[in-house]
């Protein structure tokens, strides 16, 4: 069963596109390691206010990524530009 992972944080407006830049490279570093992320999507709400949204194939790619992309360059660079970061895991029960 798939599972999206909705991550909510807080940037400065300023870093607006090297943060694009950190997540397109963060993405790319994640699939290159590790199976299972489908779809990656990032979304700004206003100026400050971003959201991640990652979709993987199951609970089991995306707890495998957990243990292991925190320490990666990649994961640091990126959210080294965020605060107030809040994730949430939602279980893909239907789809139409």
């Known amino acids: 069963m798939s599972i999206i992972t909705i991550t909510r944080f807080q940037a400065d407006p300023a870093d607006a596109d090297e943060l694009r830049a950190r997540h397109t490279a963060l993405v790319s570093a994640t699939r290159a390691a590790l199976p299972g992320l489908t779809e990656a999507r990032l979304g700004r709400l206003d100026d400050e206010t971003w959201v991640g949204i990652w979709r993987w194939d ?33 279980e893909v029960l239907d789809e139409h």
Do not use: C, H, K, W
């Open 58 to 90: 199951s609970a089991a790619s995306l707890q495998a990524a957990r243990q292991a992309v925190p320490g990666n360059a990649e994961a640091a660079a990126a959210f080294s530009l965020t605060r107030d970061s809040a994730v949430e895991d939602i």
